[in-house]
């Protein structure tokens, strides 16, 4: 992502991680607030007001039984800059799989932004997390524009999730993607998830383009993550298809200009910030449940999603997958079953903790044959399907306690008309 800009912030891309792979780069505009001369109080109160989703999400009430704590997640991005107040103490020893300087410093300003939208403190005028108890382990990774001023390896995302299947992190969170796959990532991404690792990824900020599907979300073993706005609806750039999975709020989002840390813009933080708030979603549920797996965290977040009460049960949309992410309705208020701790609710296939999957197929679905070449998701061939207003509509609100800003409406199974008037459809994918 090109930095420097002081009065417009680039959406936050979920591609451009790698050479070749193209950057989603719409430009938005969006307000400046600088941190240098302000009070930090101030700052600091106008900044967390300006995060909406926490109220949305009764961030207060959840934190009154877990912050996260005792969950750490390893942030493979732009790496991280551990000296902003909201982060001191949050960030732990990390990877520089780029291989160039040793340090997992923040070249761009996205990392940073990730990692406090995860488990910022708030401290000092910084943004506030949704698992400010959590932990986070940088491992940074090129995107194009620092690689054509370094020399990294080629392998610097391969080589950041296998160590992050071998470190103590539960979960990866991944912002950043590609639509090119990769045999060895998809390698890497079978060994972590076989390590009891949860992956978050992107699904990609082109979806009112190109809409291409991309990696590393597209990948069966991986959560992909698509953005919503306030109201409860996919945001019009996020990606859709059958590698969405889940989704979370992206809109009005502040986050750091650019690399210099002077000061936050406010805009679309894109399929990159839904992508946190997952992987913060999901710290919660495990800091709840430290004795869950990581298949049980899944299927209760889930489970747990907003959605309309027309959405029929096993049933996924190819725009907001299973819904948007709901953490108090998992902790304070129950909903969703933990499950089968060893089969995943991505593949439906038993997992195992010596750092393959194990392929034996559940009773929901058939094993797959792991011989063959790495395959994108069933069905993700960016096609847009569409329904009928009977398929989706009318769609009536939850009635839960944390249903308020229109981000858990019922009417996220009516998401917004994109061109050509096509609406969601929820239909069956992965086996499920």
């Not at 997390?129 to 610097?156: C, Q, V, W, Y």
């Not at 009891?196 to 992107?202: N, P, S």
């Not at 070449?373 to 847009?384: E, N, S």
Request: hydrophobic letters at 40%; glycine letters at 12%.
């Amino acid at each position: 992502m090109t930095a420097g800009m002081s009065q417009v912030r680039k959406r936050s891309g979920a591609h451009g991680f790698r050479r070749g792979r193209s950057l989603a780069v719409a430009v938005i505009g969006a307000s400046a607030i600088a941190l240098v001369g302000a009070a930090p109080a101030a700052v600091a109160e106008d900044m967390q007001s300006k995060q909406w989703y926490l109220d949305a999400m009764r961030a207060e009430e959840i934190w009154k039984s877990t912050t996260g704590e005792g969950v750490t997640v390893a942030l493979i991005d732009t790496g991280v800059n551990a000296s902003i107040p909201s982060l001191k103490g949050q960030v732990l020893k990390g990877l520089d799989a780029t291989e160039t300087d040793g340090t997992t410093d923040d070249y761009n300003g996205h990392g940073t932004t990730m990692a406090e939208l995860i488990a910022g403190t708030g401290t000092g005028g910084g943004l506030k997390g949704l698992a400010p108890g959590a932990k986070i382990i940088p491992m940074r990774m090129a995107n194009k524009e620092f690689e054509e001023k370094h020399k990294s390896t080629s392998f610097d995302n391969v080589n950041a999730i296998r160590a992050a299947a071998d470190g103590d992190a539960k979960i990866i969170n991944m912002s950043i993607g590609s639509e090119f796959l990769s045999y060895q990532e998809k390698e890497a991404v079978k060994y972590a998830h076989g390590k009891g690792k949860l992956l978050f990824a992107a699904v990609g900020n082109t979806g009112d383009k190109a809409n291409k599907p991309g990696y590393p979300a597209n990948y069966p073993e991986v959560v992909g993550v698509a953005a919503s706005d306030r109201e409860g609806q996919v945001a019009t750039y996020s990606q859709h298809g059958d590698f969405v999975d889940i989704a979370a709020p992206a809109n009005d989002i502040p986050g750091w200009c650019d690399e210099t840390f002077t000061k936050y813009c406010v805009g679309e933080g894109g399929t990159s910030a839904a992508t946190a708030l997952a992987s913060a979603t999901a710290a919660l549920i495990w800091s709840a449940n430290p004795d869950w797996t990581a298949n049980q965290v899944l299927r209760v977040m889930f489970e747990s999603a907003g959605r309309g009460e027309d959405w029929k049960p096993g049933t996924v949309s190819n725009y907001l997958g299973h819904g948007i992410v709901r953490p108090n309705a998992a902790i304070n208020r129950g909903i969703g079953k933990p499950g089968d701790p060893d089969v995943s609710p991505l593949t439906n296939e038993r997992t195992t903790a010596d750092g393959s999957d194990a392929g034996a197929p559940s009773e929901e679905g058939p094993a797959k044959d792991d011989s063959a070449p790495p395959q994108p998701k069933p069905g993700a061939d960016g096609a847009k399907d569409t329904a009928t207003a009977a398929d989706t509509a009318n769609a009536a609100k939850d009635t839960g306690d944390d249903s308020q800003l229109g981000l858990i409406l019922g009417g996220v199974a009516v998401v917004a008309v994109l061109a050509g008037g096509g609406l969601a459809v929820v239909r069956k994918r992965r086996n499920a």
